[in-house]
């Protein structure tokens, strides 16, 4: 099994920057490809960002693309979001998830384990 835990939402105004952690517990995230996605009320949850263990390979949706940045600690079994030049659409609740066999997916019902959730609120 393993746990994740979300931390670093809050509201913030557009243009503004957030930085969104997921800490790990439980086992190491070395067999795990890891991912970042949101979902906004009304809206299906949606993938922002991936990478796999050794963050050799990073991925990101269009909207995400140029803004946000992806980053693992391995040693703090602990995986990074950094939003910067955030948007008002970029609102959401955030979810990081974690999928065996490294492999990336944008598809969430390929992840196996998933975090709480932290908000991000960006206002205008």
């Known amino acids: 099994q393993v746990q994740l835990v979300e931390s670093g939402g809050g509201l913030v105004q557009a243009g503004g920057s957030l930085r969104l952690s997921c800490a790990a517990s439980?086992?190491?995230?070395?067999?795990?490809?890891m991912g970042w996605f949101r979902q906004a009320p009304g809206k299906e949850r949606e993938f922002v960002a991936g990478n796999t263990y050794s963050a050799g390979s990073t991925y990101y949706a269009d909207s995400a693309k140029g803004r946000f940045t992806i980053s693992r600690d391995n040693a703090k079994n602990t995986v990074y979001l950094q939003m910067n030049s955030l948007k008002p659409e970029d609102t959401a609740v955030y979810y990081c998830?974690?999928?065996?066999?490294?492999?990336?997916?944008?598809?969430?019902?390929?992840?196996?384990?998933w975090g709480q959730g932290t908000q991000v609120t960006v206002s205008s």
């Open positions: 439980g086992r190491t995230l070395s067999n795990y490809a």
């Open positions: 998830a974690a999928k065996a066999f490294r492999v990336v997916s944008t598809d969430p019902k390929r992840y196996d384990y």
